[in-house]
């Protein structure tokens, strides 16, 4: 006998499942917890923050008045307070048009008579990027609401922990592959739970989230050796060593790769671990191998993507770095693996590596982690677990084999 009835949610894991769930995330983050007080930088060894400007001058806000002198290059400007002044051109590298509002450096009191008394700075930012913050804000809770809401502030809490931890062990010398390692870790526990919930769903993701970062930062470890990536490729390479003398360069260029991956493994492991829910959900009957079978015909695809979203993202961030690349005449492989685009083809293969093998062990725990194959009273025969024949077929031929068991 067959009847209809709606799948809802697949039900919490078993007691036992979620009793050592539980005890392996306390364990994970009891080990954070002491990396951090471990790793925590004195404040004596955080080196001090150098001054953004030179002694006698200051910065004032312009808005520019007016083309350039042609002879000169002297540029007017309207100060905030309505007078005039006048500002060195800073080349045709920097295009400057009338209403721009430029971040000027006044060097007045100290510079030779005759020269202008403003140094062109920066461009004033604050209001388009404010603008955009706002609206990215919006957005997010207008679609995702109190969810969205939890995972700005989990991004917040992250960025608290980059600012208040990560960069001042760095800078302070302290083991950079603990300091990646703890980094991630902490920011995942708290990411994690405030945007998704406590939950055994979010736990298995959590879980799969640990195993992925401990894979990317050993491979990362080895990578960054047996390649000579030494972090000495860009322009903080010339002022870290003499600004922060106890900074690591190598162990920096380790942890920036570790952290690269972070918010892409997050992705991969919640997705998994939502999908072995949600065909449990409507495949109550299925096997764990099968679950799992299935659940991974969902991965494959989502690795296709992810690797595009990676190779992609450096792609759009280093345009000039490999623009300047294709003009100098060398060979691919030449380019490829020399200087910083060496370092950017490790970080982004490493973190590949990592999310791909991330997304069949988050599986495998989901897949153990939720709830067994179950039955109703009257049996499912009649029930369509999707309309995807393709990604349920290993599902389909379960409920296949239970509805030829009722009949019979």
Do not use: K
């Not at 045709?92 to 030779?112: K, M």
Request: contains cysteine; charged residues 10%.
């Amino acid at each position: 006998m067959a009847h209809a009835s709606s799948h809802g949610s697949a039900g919490p894991a078993a007691p036992r499942t979620t009793f050592f769930l539980v005890m392996i995330l306390v364990s994970a983050l009891l080990a954070t917890l002491a990396g951090l007080w471990l790793l925590w930088p004195s404040a004596g060894d955080v080196p001090d923050r150098v001054p953004n400007r030179a002694e006698g001058t200051s910065f004032v806000d312009v808005t520019i008045a007016g083309p350039a002198d042609p002879a000169t290059g002297s540029i007017p400007v309207e100060l905030a307070d309505g007078g005039t002044s006048r500002m060195q051109s800073p080349g045709p590298s920097v295009p400057l048009t009338e209403g721009d509002r430029i971040t000027a450096v006044d060097i007045s009191q100290v510079a030779q008579p005759g020269v202008d008394p403003l140094v062109f700075m920066d461009f004033q930012r604050e209001l388009p990027i404010a603008l955009l913050a706002v609206v990215y804000a919006l957005v997010v809770l207008l679609v995702a609401r109190w969810r969205g809401l939890a995972a700005m502030a989990g991004l917040g809490i992250a960025f608290v922990v980059l600012l208040g931890f990560t960069m001042p062990a760095l800078l302070a010398g302290q083991d950079a592959f603990g300091v990646a390692l703890v980094t991630s870790s902490l920011i995942m526990f708290v990411t994690l739970y405030l945007a998704h919930g406590l939950s055994a769903r979010t736990s298995t993701a959590l879980l799969g989230t640990l195993v992925g970062l401990a894979l990317t930062a050993g491979i990362a470890a080895w990578a960054s050796g047996a390649a000579q990536i030494t972090g000495g490729t860009d322009e903080a390479s010339a002022f870290l060593p003499s600004s922060a003398p106890a900074a690591d360069l190598r162990g920096i260029a380790l942890c920036g790769i570790v952290l690269a991956g972070l918010g892409v493994l997050n992705d991969v492991t919640i997705t998994q671990a939502s999908a072995v829910w949600e065909l449990r959900a409507v495949a109550p009957a299925a096997t764990r191998a099968e679950l799992f079978t299935s659940a991974m015909r969902i991965g494959r695809d989502h690795i296709a993507s992810t690797v595009y979203t990676i190779a992609f993202a450096y792609v759009g961030a280093a345009l000039p770095l490999l623009m300047i690349v294709w003009l100098v005449d060398q060979s691919p492989l030449t380019a490829l693996t020399s200087g910083e685009i060496a370092e950017e083809v490790v970080r982004t293969l490493v973190g590949s590596i990592g999310l791909v093998l991330a997304i069949p062990v988050t599986t495998a725990i989901a897949t153990l982690t939720v709830p067994g194959p179950t039955t109703d009273l009257v049996g499912n025969a009649g029930l369509e677990p999707s309309s995807d024949p393709e990604l349920m077929a290993p599902v389909s031929e379960a409920w296949a084999a239970q509805a030829r068991a009722s009949e019979a």
